[in-house]
C-alpha cells in the first residue's frame, strides 16, 4: 500500500539565526539524531518543544532515560542546541547528554520506527481555533492511536493546553480509541506552565492517556 503523504502544518522556519545557531544546526545537530535506539524501557518523548525548555527539563529530571525531542520549526531546535551546548566549543553539556533531536514531523520517525515509550509529551500545540482549520489539529483520534502504539505497556500520553475548547475536543478524540483518559492535579505535573498556575495566572489543563 503506498504511503499517503504527511502534510505538517506550521511554519518551518521563523526569523533568519544568528551565525552560531546556524551553524549549529549545519554541523552539531546530525550528532544529536536518535539513530540506533533500542528498546531500552526509558526512553521519554516530547512532541513540538518550542524552544526546548521542558526537554532540559526532563533530560535533568530523568539522567537515566533517552529524551527525545520532536519539533519541525528549525528556530526552535536551532534555540535548544544553542541551550545544551558550550557557546566556546559547541560540545554538550553534561546534563544533557541523554538528549536526541528529531527536526521533523515526528509522524515520520514513529512511522518507521518500533520504539517503544515511557512518557509521551504533547504541550500546548497549536489549538487552530479556527473552524476551517480543525482538520489541521494534531490530536485527532489517528494521530493519538498511533501514539498509543508506541507506548510501553505502562506508558503514558501526557497532554496540557490552556485552549478549553481544544481540550474537550481531544477528550471527543480520544473516546474514537482505546485509549484510556485521566485528569491529573496539578501538583503531579512538572512543566513551566504548571509553575506559572501555581502563580494563579491562566490554568492549563492537563489528561493522562494509557492503553489500560
Sequence with gaps: M?????RTFGRRHGKKLSARKQTLLDTVLPAFLPKNIKNTGNLILEIGFGNGEHVRDLA??????IIIGAEPFMNGVAA?????????DNQILP???NIHIWPDDVR???NDSDLQFNEIWVLHPDPW???RHEKRRLLNAEFLKLLGAHLTDNGQIIIG?????YFDWIIEQVKQTSLYASFPPLSTIHTRYQEKNMAETDAPKYMILTNQ
Excluded at 503506498?2 to 504527511?6: A, F
Design 95 to 97: 546534563d544533557y547528554k
Design 2 to 6: 503506498e504511503k499517503q503523504e504527511i
Design 80 to 88: 535548544l542546541l544553542s541551550a545544551i551546548t558550550s557557546e566556546s
Design 108 to 110: 515520520k520517525m514513529l
Design 129 to 131: 481555533p479556527k473552524a
Design 60 to 65: 535533568i529530571r530523568n539522567p537515566e532515560s
Design 161 to 165: 493546553t490552556d485552549h478549553w475548547e
